[in-house]
């Protein structure tokens, strides 16, 4: 199959090369046990997942060349910080990485504010769900903060994933005074391809890069299980608005997992 020649910071991808997990291993095996020349070979090995990721970003009003340096810093992060008793593929390691490091990036020269109707009800709902607690000696579920607060839960729901801080895979998660459980320790692949992997994040990406309305919809129809002429009823819509909203945001998110 010949390959397109796209050329990224003066590299030609379609000469790319391509890692298997066999070669991965014996390749961390090796610069685990301090040959750190073998490094470049993990990087040169890994620049095809990069260039993946990178895709997905598309469209955001940034150079591919500029992304791509971006994503190789995430890849070179992950890269000192994988360890094999992990017991997951890097790919598995490194995609969440990289792409923390571009979604960085953008944030930093491309500020995206959550709104401040969305921090108002985000609060709120952390205030009544503190005194709920305080209350009942429980935590309250959605369905109960929506009757506290009379706001739409999918609403409470969004609005508390928006002001959610990325949480890291080297994140300790439990410790009894001896060695730390991570984040990264309760992770394991062995059901889910590579693909699937960067497609989950990808899809989550695009989730939130819709509108407030499209969200809504989506979060019904997906999670609530609720029929248009239900949401069209609930919104002031009409079905087949409801119908063209549904259909553009899933387009949306369709392009996003199949760049042109």
């Known amino acids: 199959m010949t390959r397109t020649k796209v050329e990224l910071c003066g590299i030609d991808t379609s000469k790319l090369p391509l890692l298997t997990h066999e070669e991965m291993k014996a390749l961390f095996i090796r610069l685990q046990a301090g040959e750190d020349s073998v490094k470049d070979e993990l990087v040169m090995g890994n620049l095809r997942l990069v260039l993946s990721l990178v895709q997905r970003f598309a469209y955001r009003g940034e150079q591919a060349d500029d992304l791509f340096q971006v994503g190789c810093i995430g890849l070179i992060k992950?890269?000192?910080n994988f360890d094999l008793k992990h017991n997951v593929r890097f790919s598995t390691y490194a995609v969440p990485m990289i792409i923390g490091e571009i979604k960085r990036h953008l944030r930093d020269h491309h500020s995206v504010r959550v709104s401040r109707s969305l921090r108002d009800i985000a609060y709120k709902a952390m205030k009544a769900k503190e005194q709920y607690i305080n209350e009942h000696l429980e935590e309250p579920t959605l369905e109960d903060l929506s009757k506290i607060l009379e706001i739409p839960?999918?609403?409470i729901l969004l609005s508390l994933d928006a002001i959610q801080d990325p949480v890291s895979l080297q994140e300790p998660i439990f410790s009894d005074g001896g060695d730390a459980i991570y984040m990264m320790d309760q992770l394991c692949d062995n059901d889910v391809s590579?693909?699937?992997?960067?497609?989950?994040f990808t899809v989550k990406e695009s989730f939130q890069n819709l509108d407030s309305r499209q969200k809504k919809i989506?979060?019904?129809r997906i999670y609530f299980g609720a029929t248009q002429t239900e949401i069209a009823t609930d919104l002031g819509l009409s079905q087949a608005q409801i119908s063209r909203l549904e259909k553009s945001a899933l387009s949306t998110i369709q392009n996003q997992l199949n760049p042109k």
Do not use: G, N
Not at 194 to 200: F, K, M, S
């Open 78 to 80: 992950s890269i000192e």
């Open 153 to 155: 839960v999918e609403d």
């Open 194 to 200: 590579e693909d699937q992997w960067v497609t989950y």
């Open 218 to 220: 989506l979060t019904k």
